[in-house]
C-alpha cells in the first residue's frame, strides 16, 4: 500500500487543518454541540422515561441486582484497551496501521475476557453469594464484544467530528432499546427488560457504529502503531477504567446487599443522567476540538474558556434546581419504597456542580497530551470513594454520603490546579471565571427556597412548576447581564458559520 493510501484522508486529521480556519473551526464546534446535544439529549430523556417507569414495576433490591451484574461486566470493559480509541482521535497523524492494531487490540481483548465469564456466572454467582445474579451475569457479559468492537468505528466518527451521524446512530439505537425495554416491563418480564435494554443498546450502537463511520478493519497489523499510540493511549485507558469501572457498586453491594445498592444506584443514576446533559453534549466536541489545536496555546485557551463557561452556566444552576426539588419530586413520582433515595439524590447533586465543570478540565488535559494527569485525579478520587464506602457503610447511607461529599469537594481542587498549570494562569484567576454563574445560581436557590416558606400551603405540582418558573425568572436575566461578553462571543461563533469552511 502506497504511503498516500495507507494515510488517514486529511479531512479527518486533526492537525492537518490550516491556521486560517480557526474561526471554522469553532463554528463547526459550536454546531457539533447542537448535533451533540441531541446525541446526548435523545438518549438521556429516554433513560430517563424507562428509568421511572421501571421504578414503577421494580424494587430496590431488582435495581440493586442489575446493578450489581452490570458493575461486574462494567469492570471488565473498564480493564480493556478501549480508550486507545480516544489516542486515534487525538494523534494529529494516523495511518491504517494504527486504527487496525487498535480494532484487533480491542477485539482480541474481547475474546479472552467474553466466555470465561460466561462459563463462570455460576461460580462468580456463589462467591458473591447471590444465585439470582448468574443468568443475568451470562446475558449481560455480550456487551464486552459488543463495545469493545465498536471502539474504532466510534473514533472516527468523533475525529471527523460528524456529530450529525452520530445523533443519528444514538437515536436509532436508544428507540430499539426503549422500545424493547418497556415492552418487557408492560409484559411482566421484570429486571430482564433492564438487562434486554442494555444489551440491544450496545448491539445496536454497535452495528451502527461501523454503518455510519465508514471505516473497515483490515490486516495492518504493527506492533509500532501501537507504540505511538501508547503514551496517550495508557493513560487514557486508565482514564476510561477509572470512569466505567464500578468498584463502589460492587463494594456497597456485597457489603450491604441488594437494596441498599439499588437505592445508591438509583439516586446516582438521576445524577448521571443531568450530568450527561451538559457532560455529554460538551466532552466529545471539545475533545475533539482542543485536538485541533495542539500547538496553538492563545487559541486553546479561547476555546477552553468558552466551554466551561457554558458548562458551568448549565450545570451549576441545573444541580442547584435539582437539589432543591428532589425529595418533592420523588414524593410526588415515585412510590414510599423510594423515598430513602432523596437524599442521597441531593447529596449527588452537589457533587453534579462539580463534575460539569470537571468535563471539560478533562477534556482539556486529554487533547493536549496530559491524559497522565486527569488519570491520577481520577484514581485518588475514585479509590477514596471505595474506602469511604467500605470503612462507612455500617452506619447508614446517609452518613456515607455527606463523607462522600466532603472528600469529593476536598480533593477536587487539584483538577483546578492541573487546569490551571496547563494554561498558565494561576487557579484562583481560573477559578473566577465561575463566579457568576455561582452567584446567579445562589440568588437563585434563596429565591426558590423563599417562595416555599412564604406559600407554606402550596404542594404538590403548582409548587414545583412556580419553583422552576421563578428560578428561571432568577438565573437568566443575572446571567445574561454579567456574563453579556461571554454570549457575545458565542453568537460571534454561530455567526461565523456562514462565513468559514471549516
Known amino acids: 500500500m502506497s504511503a498516500s493510501s495507507d494515510h488517514i484522508s486529511a479531512s479527518v486529521r486533526p492537525g492537518n487543518y490550516h491556521p486560517h480556519l480557526a474561526s471554522g473551526r469553532s463554528a463547526l464546534a459550536v454546531f457539533g454541540v447542537l448535533w451533540s446535544s441531541l446525541h446526548t439529549l435523545i438518549p438521556t430523556l429516554s433513560s430517563a422515561l424507562v ?3 421501571s421504578a414503577l414495576y421494580l424494587t430496590p433490591s431488582d435495581f440493586g441486582l442489575v446493578g450489581l451484574a452490570a458493575s461486574l461486566v ?24 494504527h486504527t487496525d492494531s487498535v480494532f484487533w487490540l480491542t477485539t482480541g481483548f474481547a475474546a479472552v475476557t467474553f466466555l470465561p465469564i460466561v462459563l463462570g456466572s455460576g461460580a462468580i454467582a456463589g462467591w458473591l453469594g447471590t444465585d439470582e445474579i448468574a443468568p443475568l451475569l451470562a446475558v449481560l457479559a455480550l456487551r464486552i464484544p459488543l463495545d469493545l468492537m465498536a471502539a474504532v468505528p466510534n473514533a472516527m466518527i468523533l475525529r471527523a467530528m460528524k ?20 415492552g418487557m416491563l408492560f409484559a411482566g418480564f421484570g429486571y430482564w427488560a433492564l438487562v434486554a435494554s442494555q444489551v440491544s443498546a450496545s448491539l445496536v450502537t454497535c452495528l451502527m457504529a461501523f454503518a455510519v463511520s465508514g ?110 426539588l428532589a425529595p418533592d419530586v420523588i414524593a410526588l413520582a415515585l412510590d414510599p419504597k423510594w423515598q430513602g433515595s432523596a437524599f442521597l439524590v441531593q447529596g449527588f447533586c452537589v457533587v453534579g456542580v462539580l463534575a460539569g465543570i470537571s468535563v471539560v478540565q478533562a477534556a482539556l488535559l486529554n487533547s493536549q497530551g496530559k491524559a497522565r494527569w486527569w488519570f491520577y485525579y481520577q484514581l485518588i478520587q475514585q479509590s477514596s470513594s471505595v474506602l469511604v464506602i467500605a470503612l462507612t457503610y455500617s452506619f447508614g447511607l446517609h452518613v456515607m454520603m455527606i463523607i462522600l461529599i466532603a472528600k469529593t469537594i476536598a480533593v477536587w481542587p487539584l483538577s483546578a490546579y492541573l487546569t490551571a498549570r496547563l494554561l498558565d494562569r494561576s487557579v484562583w ?66 455567526s461565523a458559520k456562514g462565513h468559514s469552511t471549516p
Open 51 to 53: 428509568f421511572f417507569v
Open 215 to 324: 471505516w473497515r478493519p483490515g490486516i495492518s497489523l504493527k506492533i509500532t502503531a501501537i507504540r505511538d499510540l501508547s503514551s496517550y493511549g495508557i493513560f487514557a485507558s486508565g482514564n476510561r477504567m477509572l470512569s466505567t469501572i464500578k468498584l463502589d457498586h460492587l463494594v456497597l453491594g456485597v457489603l450491604a446487599g441488594p437494596q441498599a445498592l439499588g437505592l445508591f444506584v438509583f439516586a446516582q443514576r438521576l445524577f448521571q443522567m443531568l450530568t450527561q446533559l451538559i457532560g455529554g453534549t460538551l466532552s466529545s466536541v471539545t475533545l475533539s476540538l482542543l485536538s485541533t489545536l495542539q500547538g496553538e496555546p492563545e487559541k486553546t485557551a479561547k476555546a477552553f474558556a468558552i466551554a466551561s463557561f457554558t458548562a458551568a452556566a448549565l450545570s451549576v444552576p441545573m444541580f442547584t434546581m435539582a437539589g432543591i
Open 429 to 494: 484567576s481560573y477559578l473566577s471565571e465561575f463566579r457568576v454563574p455561582v452567584f446567579a445560581s445562589l440568588v437563585m436557590a434563596a429565591g426558590m427556597l423563599g417562595l416555599k416558606l412564604a406559600a407554606p400551603d402550596w404542594s404538590g405540582v403548582p409548587l414545583l412548576i412556580a419553583q422552576i418558573g421563578l428560578g428561571a425568572l432568577i438565573y437568566l436575566p443575572i446571567i445574561a447581564y454579567f456574563s453579556r461578553d461571554r454570549l457575545a462571543m458565542v453568537l460571534k461563533i454561530i
Open 163 to 182: 456529530f450529525k451521524l452520530l445523533a443519528i446512530r444514538t437515536a436509532i439505537a436508544t428507540l430499539v432499546s426503549v422500545t424493547l425495554c418497556l
Open 74 to 97: 462494567m469492570s471488565v470493559i473498564a480493564f480493556s484497551p478501549a480508550a486507545f480509541g480516544e489516542a486515534l482521535v487525538q494523534r494529529s497523524d494516523l495511518n491504517k496501521a
